[in-house]
């Protein structure tokens, strides 16, 4: 088809099909994920124009992991929350950000099926040098009843109950991704209509891929199995495309964002001092596990799948490795 003539889908228009294939839908998660994009839309203004205003650098205190939060973390943050705790379709979430999960206790949200889980800015210590960062979200359905406040056991769900799950890219152009159980489609902001258009159809994960992203300046303090599998990605191999090409980019949703569309392996091993892993469960590995795994990847914490293991708490970590699924069992051949 002619491209001046192509009929661009906006994600209301996506969501509204989908919608459509299921007559007794109520439409509330396509609703949530409208007000992710609005607020998505709103943290991309400030993006990119960070370094024409006073939203670089750190905010000037410490969150609960124990890390310097940046102004635009911070900005990041009250944007989602503002934007879902004045919706209808959400009631309440966790965040990276905050020491506890907020609860959205009003009549309105208290009928909402759905909490939400997410990480306002992944990968926010590279926005001083303008490198793609991004937000990465997950949907539940809660177990309490609607019609009360949502509680804690709403939030502390094993990963295989995700609803949806996504996340989006600042850079060189805005990507939001999402995944339900029917596939995962790739939405990319056109800023001439200020509307996130489908660009990315049914995203499959190939198989195999060349690309292995893992920060090797730890490498000292890796597991011996691991040691010997970065050995055994530098071997020469045909059939594998083996030696792999290393691609660490320090954002973990662009690193992914890419091993995604091309093939490749994402790993955050433990470490001798740090054995529970850095990455947080319920923020950033059950969304990027649930993602990967409908596009047809794996993705395990080195000995189980990630989306099986259930949380204790709200900030637990875990280790991950996520990507292309013949990749996958290569490395697990090598995992105590």
Not at 108 to 135: A, E, F, H, R
Not at 287 to 305: D, H, L, Q, Y
């Amino acid at each position: 088809m002619d491209p001046i003539h192509r009929k661009l889908i906006t994600l209301e228009e996506f969501t509204i099909m989908e919608l459509r294939q299921f007559p007794k839908a109520t439409g509330e998660l396509s609703g949530l994920l409208r007000d992710i994009s609005l607020a998505a839309k709103r943290v991309n203004a400030e993006v990119n124009k960070a370094g024409l205003v006073d939203i670089l650098g750190d905010a000037g205190w410490i969150n609960v992991q124990g890390e310097s939060v940046k102004k635009l973390d911070e900005y990041a943050n009250h944007q989602f929350i503002g934007v879902l705790r004045e919706g209808i379709n959400c009631c309440g979430i966790g965040s990276e950000e905050n020491k506890e999960e907020l609860i959205f206790d009003d009549p309105m949200n208290n009928q909402s099926k759905y909490v939400m889980m997410m990480d306002p800015l992944d990968g926010s210590g590279n926005i001083d040098v303008n490198v793609s960062i991004g937000t990465i979200f997950s949907v539940y359905r809660r177990t309490t009843p609607t019609g009360s406040a949502a509680r804690i056991e709403d939030f502390l769900q094993p990963g295989n109950r995700q609803v949806a799950a996504g996340y989006i890219i600042y850079g060189p152009s805005t990507i939001m991704v999402y995944a339900t159980r029917r596939g995962v489609n790739g939405f990319t902001l056109d800023p001439s209509i200020g509307e996130f258009c489908l660009s990315h159809r049914q995203i499959r994960c190939p198989e195999q891929g060349r690309i292995l992203s893992m920060n090797l300046g730890n490498m000292k303090e890796f597991s011996p199995g691991l040691k010997k599998y970065i050995d055994y990605t530098q071997e020469q191999d045909r059939e594998t495309g083996r030696p792999y090409t290393q691609r660490y980019i320090g954002s973990m949703v662009a690193d992914i964002h890419r091993n995604l569309t091309k093939g490749g392996i994402f790993g955050y091993p433990a470490t001798h001092t740090r054995p529970e892993g850095k990455l947080r469960l319920l923020y950033e590995c059950n969304p990027m596990s649930f993602i990967v795994e409908v596009a047809g990847g794996k993705a395990t914490n080195g000995r189980e799948r990630i989306l099986d293991l259930k949380p204790n708490a709200i900030h637990q970590r875990s280790p991950m490795f996520i990507g292309s699924a013949s990749m996958m069992v290569d490395l697990e051949r090598f995992m105590p």
